[in-house]
């Protein structure tokens, strides 16, 4: 079955500064990868997606790039602020109903 | 944007109670919801999936009998956890989602289940 690799499992960066959460996956049948964000005591929240049909997807702060070859995709904080320290979690699934598979998490700090 | 309602949020109760937990989609029709447990600083696990009017699949090590799932409408899914004991003490997450290809999951709140 799928498995997906995370890292780094903890990240501190400072407020502005850029950062970068990696993922790996090893079905190569997966073709969607969703982002997510958990703040403390709640649920994740979906920040961003993206299809195995596009390269590269951003959403004014956020980005996220794909290699279906190298079965890697990555997300990218722009001019990080406080609010944005959580944990972020990687997935991927094929399409259909076939359930996500997380990776282990990054817990993100962004120091003022 | 697409809202999942978990309700109750936490929950502290005996040994041997059971416990029910709602999961419904606030403004879209939810043919497929997934219950997941989390513990402290981990992932989430996946318990189960149920599509809406069939049995729940559940995954391996996890106890449909203790665990039981329930998706009768296509807003609505609830885990009921059967006579808990302190070891099922932990963060209940429960997704949804729509019909349809390429509909992302959404997620709930989750209820925290204290078992003294």
């Known amino acids: 079955g799928e498995n997906v690799e995370q890292h780094p499992s903890t990240l501190s960066v400072q407020e502005g500064d850029s950062a970068v959460i990696k993922c790996t996956y090893s079905?190569?049948?997966?073709?969607?990868f969703p982002w997510y964000k958990q703040e403390l005591g709640k649920g994740p929240q979906l920040i961003i997606d993206?299809?195995?049909?596009?390269g590269e997807k951003k959403d004014q702060r956020i980005a996220v790039t794909l290699n279906k070859t190298a079965k890697h995709f990555s997300l990218h904080i722009t001019e990080t602020q406080p609010e944005d320290s959580a944990v972020y979690f990687c997935?991927?699934?094929?399409?259909?109903?076939?359930?996500?598979?997380f990776g282990k998490g990054t817990r993100l700090s962004v120091i003022a | 944007g697409a809202v999942v309602s978990q309700h109750p949020s936490r929950v502290i109760c005996k040994s041997g109670t059971s416990v029910k937990i709602e999961c419904r989609s606030l403004?879209?029709?939810?043919?497929?919801m997934f219950w997941y447990r989390q513990f402290p600083k981990q992932s989430l696990m996946l318990m189960a999936t149920?599509?809406?009017?069939?049995?729940?699949?559940?995954e391996q090590g996890v106890e449909k009998d203790k665990f039981l799932i329930n998706h009768a409408s296509l807003t609505l899914s609830t885990l009921t956890v059967t006579s808990a004991h302190p070891e099922d003490s932990s963060f209940y997450i429960c997704?949804?989602?729509?019909?349809?290809?390429?509909?992302?999951?959404?997620f709930g709140d989750g209820t925290r289940l204290s078992i003294l």
């Open positions: 997704s949804a989602r729509g019909s349809g290809s390429n509909q992302p999951q959404h």
């Open positions: 079905d190569s049948a997966s073709n969607y």
């Open positions: 993206i299809r195995s049909n596009v």
């Open positions: 997935a991927a699934s094929k399409t259909g109903n076939t359930p996500l598979v």
């Open positions: 403004d879209f029709q939810a043919t497929t």
């Open positions: 149920s599509n809406e009017g069939s049995k729940a699949t559940y």
